[in-house]
């Protein structure tokens, strides 16, 4: 299970849902720093919902680089959403 959202509202789920709070919680460090530009992150480990899914799914199958792709339409998003 990912929880999207903010960071603060991710972590208020979280917490106050009874099923997602007994789910273990997996962290780790990111081996880049967020290429998300339009909100700043509460911390330099924090990334967005897309780059943390995409670091998660490369440790799991021990694949660092396997997904990296998937970030090309986040920039794009980015971009156009720069753009506006």
Avoid: C, H
């Amino acid at each position: 299970v990912v929880v999207d959202g903010t960071w603060a509202n991710a972590r208020k789920l979280v917490l106050k849902d009874p099923v997602l709070s007994r789910f273990p919680r997996v962290q780790f460090t990111p081996r880049q720093e967020s290429r998300y530009r339009i909100r700043k992150e509460p911390n330099a480990q924090s990334v967005s919902t897309i780059e943390a899914t995409v670091e998660a799914l490369g440790l799991l199958e021990d694949a660092p680089d396997a997904y990296r792709r998937m970030l090309g339409a986040f920039d794009a998003m980015i971009d156009l959403q720069i753009e506006k």
